[in-house]
Each structure stands twice: as structure tokens, then as C-alpha cells.
């Protein structure tokens, strides 16, 4: 069983920055696959950001690419998340999951799920 716990979440304005952490239980956290999603009133859960077990291999939707980075640090069990010239439909609670495979792009087939932090970008 892994527990996921996310923070970092908050208010941010448009351009800004936020670095979004997600700690992990357990000792087998490099044996996870890492993800995360985010999920705007009135819309659908989308997926973000995956990382394989090593950190080696990323995996980003196109909404985020080159301005999301995803990263881990096995030995801290955590997984983060640093987002940079935040856009106003970036507005969304963000959930991080654990899978045993990797790019995983289905959030409820993840094997575990976090219960997510609430970022908010106003303008």
C-alpha cells in the first residue's frame, strides 16, 4: 500500500511559478511510476506529467510541455511538480499517482492516488 500526499498548492498569478511536491509512504517507491493530473471545475481529470521509475524517462501533455517539469527523488520518496509561466486554464486541483507502469495516461487505472492540491492562477 502506498500513501500519496501532495502540497504547494496555492494562489499564483499569471506568469508565476509554483513547485508542486508529492511525498510518498513506504519503501518501495522506486518501484512506482509517477504521475500527475489535474482536474478544473466543470472538466474532465487530464493528464499532466509522467515520470518512470529513475527519473530517466518524462512524459508531458502538450498543454504543459516546456513549461512543466516533473522530477523524483527516490531517496526523499517524493515526486515534484515545477510549473513555470503559469496560464489561467492551469487552474485546477492537482492529483499525483503511483503505477507500476509507466505512462500511464488513465488516471483511474493508476494503482494509487493522492487527494490532491488546489492551484489557482488569477489574473
Known amino acids: 500500500q502506498v500513501q500519496l500526499v501532495e502540497s504547494g498548492g496555492g494562489l499564483v498569478q499569471v506568469g508565476g511559478s509554483l513547485a508542486l511536491s508529492c511525498a510518498a509512504s513506504?519503501?518501495?517507491?522506486?518501484?512506482?511510476?509517477m504521475g500527475w493530473f489535474r482536474q478544473a471545475p466543470g472538466k474532465a481529470r487530464e493528464f499532466v506529467a509522467s515520470?518512470?521509475?529513475?527519473?530517466?524517462?518524462?512524459y508531458y501533455a502538450d498543454s504543459v510541455k516546456g513549461r512543466f517539469t516533473i522530477s523524483r527523488d527516490n531517496a526523499k520518496n517524493t515526486v515534484y511538480l515545477r510549473m513555470n509561466n503559469l496560464k489561467p486554464e492551469d487552474t485546477a486541483v492537482y492529483y499525483c499517482?503511483?503505477?507500476?507502469?509507466?505512462?500511464?495516461?488513465?488516471?483511474?487505472?493508476?494503482?494509487?492516488r493522492g487527494q490532491g492540491t488546489q492551484v489557482t492562477v488569477s489574473s
Open positions: 499517482a503511483a503505477d507500476h507502469t509507466f505512462f500511464v495516461s488513465d488516471y483511474d487505472a493508476y494503482d494509487f
Open positions: 513506504g519503501r518501495t517507491f522506486s518501484s512506482y511510476a
Open positions: 515520470i518512470n521509475f529513475s527519473g530517466s524517462r518524462t
